[in-house]
């Protein structure tokens, strides 16, 4: 199984429009120029998100004969997309909608501050959740090794079907091949809830306390990836802790005593042992820990099958996996930095 990457260097990431489709999630993220963009209410218009979330009554329709009988839902509201007519999300009579402009209002104090700008915005779920990139205005190598650029994203996330408030999230991405590197670091948060208010002086506090916390996780995610970059490993070294990255089940009591479970496990393996030992942005990095856990981001984001549903494209769901936190990546990291390939 080959894993298909793309390949950039740091003059890629300095051009202003180039990120998102690069990336394989195609509608998902929309291009915003930052010349152009530089307050979110810019940055809204520039996506497509200016449209708001408004509040109908709902009914159930039940068949009566030839008639249709049409009954009131009580203490429930359906939130309908004031563009499309689409409804995004059915809450309860108490939930009021946080629209996009004021969700991503206490981000212009970011922006002003002049350590980040907006790179694109976009929605997944046929506007049931909005989302806007944006970039810190810092350059990351691990390592001090050429080839290993990070970009330094945050996230923003606001929800209209009453399953998520707005949240940030550190993205970072190794440039070389777009792999999401949203990892687990001991002494760093990488996820937060943004605070919802209109007063000046609170914004600007939560925006010192967004830009505090990325920086903190950015300067974590240096000494990290430094460490393993320094980290030798050899082929056996890696096949143990490929093994236990991807422990094969017990036997089933079936007819096919777990074969098919097993197969699959060997899939996994495989597709990641290919990675690390083909893909052409490891070869500088292969034979250390920070080469095991690109191969393993690069099989999570690029191979590891994507399930398309009624309410969200494949792209969506590219984008949606990259940037929140994935159980194969953070057990990668927990064996390479506590010596559990051993």
């Keep these: 199984m ?4 793309p390949t950039f260097r740091l003059d890629d990431a300095r051009a202003p429009l180039w990120f998102g489709g690069d990336a394989g999630w195609g509608d998902a993220v929309r291009t915003v120029d930052p010349s152009t963009a530089q307050n979110a209410e810019a940055m809204i218009a520039a996506a497509g998100l200016g449209w708001t979330v408004e509040q109908h009554a709902l009914e159930a329709v039940l068949a009566n004969g030839g008639d249709a009988l049409r009954l009131p839902v009580p203490k429930h509201v359906a939130n309908v997309r004031s563009d499309t007519r689409a409804v995004v999300g059915v ?9 996009n402009r004021a969700a991503f209002a206490f981000c212009d104090a970011i922006t002003d501050s002049g350590r980040a700008h907006w790179i694109g915005a976009g929605e997944t779920r046929g506007g049931a959740r909005v989302h806007a990139l944006m970039r810190l ?12 650029e990070v970009l330094p994203l945050l996230c923003f996330r606001n929800g209209h079907d009453g399953g998520l408030a707005v ?7 190794r440039l070389a091949c777009l792999n999401g590197m949203l990892i687990p670091l001991p ?20 925006a010192r306390r967004t830009l505090g916390i ?4 950015y300067d974590e995610l240096e000494e990290v990836g430094a460490r393993l970059l320094a980290q030798r490993i050899g082929e056996g070294e890696f096949e143990r802790f490929l093994a236990r990255l991807v422990p094969l089940p017990e036997p089933r009591p079936d007819e096919t005593n777990g074969g098919r479970a097993v197969r699959n496990a060997e899939r996994v393996r495989e597709a990641i042992r290919t990675a690390y030992r083909t893909t052409p942005d490891l070869t500088d990095i292969r034979g250390t820990g920070w080469g095991a856990l690109q191969a393993v981001t ?8 994507t399930r398309r549903t009624t ?30 390939q051993q």
């Design 137 to 148: 205005d810092r350059e990351i190598r691990i390592g001090g090794a050429e080839g290993e």
């Design 311 to 340: 309410n969200r494209t494949t792209a969506e769901a590219r984008f949606e996996r990259a940037t929140e936190p994935a159980p194969l990546k953070d057990r990668a990291l927990e064996l390479l930095t506590q010596g559990g």
């Design 298 to 305: 690069a099989y999570v984001d690029y191979t590891q099958p």
């Design 167 to 173: 949240t940030v999230s550190v993205a970072p991405f």
């Design 187 to 206: 002494d760093a948060q990488r996820t937060w809830k943004a605070r919802h208010t209109a007063r000046v002086e609170a914004r600007l506090a939560d």
């Design 91 to 99: 809450v309860g009579e108490a939930y009021e909608p946080l629209q």
């Design 214 to 217: 990325a920086w903190r996780y």
């Design 2 to 5: 080959q894993t298909e990457q």
